[in-house]
């Protein structure tokens, strides 16, 4: 049988409680306590690729986005958070003249576009590549040919940077998307975003050089974080995404055991801090329960039952917060 311990119990320091019935709710409502308190707080939310991940993410962080089809001021279900759709490059620029507080971007156009703005947080969602890259044909011994070259990115700071760097003799021709099609007629390389690198093989293009790596990253105004009360309201937004992104990488499993077995199995536990154990009924053992990766469940379970675990329960998890 499964551990004899209520899920509903609150669990002490370094346990993390089963999923709930009711997830959505439950989280929500823990959303909007902390956000309760909070002072008039801008959030800035992207538009295009990144949004779907982005909004999932908030929905199980207990951040309930309530999208329209034509609006760009979605609702919002942290009291106190007034909320718009921007481009991510426009959500950089808002918070750098600081008429947004915090907010979603990619770290790419951070690095394009210089601004000064404060990272908080990486999700690790997108996770891409900047990288240039040309026709086989046009490539001599894998390298750029040398001789006058045309170079056509959506990325003008980084790309005439590179273009510096690797002492090229090209001109930069600045696209607005679809960069990946200018290539053999318009451009002989581009610099763009790679993720699986399917988009740039479809093309005939082959990758010459990775200019830097990007992910969605969560990013405050210098200004809001040198408020107390706005700084306040922003890191409650971090602790409930981070905590939905450490439940992602975890689930919460739970055993039986006998006595004799117990220091064996509880030894082998990548729990985050210490497992929980708590007698079962009559002495039959002890029922024993940690938050563990679960990228370890492929070895740790067949090892569990050959130590003398047994009734083991797996489940998934919504929030982590340390």
Known sequence: ??????????????????????????????????????????????????????????????????????????EVSLPGVETKVLKPQNILEMLAQGT????????????????????????????VRLAAAAPASLLEDGRLPRRKLVVASEFENLTTQWIADRGLDADFVRTYGATEVFPPEDADCIVDIAASGDTLRSNNLVIVEELCRSSTRLYASTAAMKDPARAAAIERIVMLVKAALDARKRVMIELNVSTESLESVVGILPCMREATVAPLHRGGGFAVKAAVPRDTLPTLIPEIKARGGSDIVVTGLNLIVA
């Open 100 to 127: 947004r507080d915090v907010g979603f971007a990619g770290a790419d156009w951070v690095q394009e576009l210089g601004v000064d703005v404060v990272e908080l947080l990486d999700t690790g969602l997108d996770a």
């Open 1 to 74: 049988m499964p551990p004899t311990t209520s899920p509903t119990a609150s669990p002490p320091s370094g346990r993390t409680s089963k999923r709930s019935s009711y997830p959505s709710q439950a989280c929500a409502d823990n959303a909007a306590a902390l956000g309760a308190a909070a002072p008039s707080l801008r959030l800035a939310l992207p538009k295009g690729r990144m949004q779907q991940g982005v909004l999932a993410l908030l929905a199980e962080a207990g951040i309930d986005v309530r999208m329209s089809s034509r609006g760009y001021r979605p």
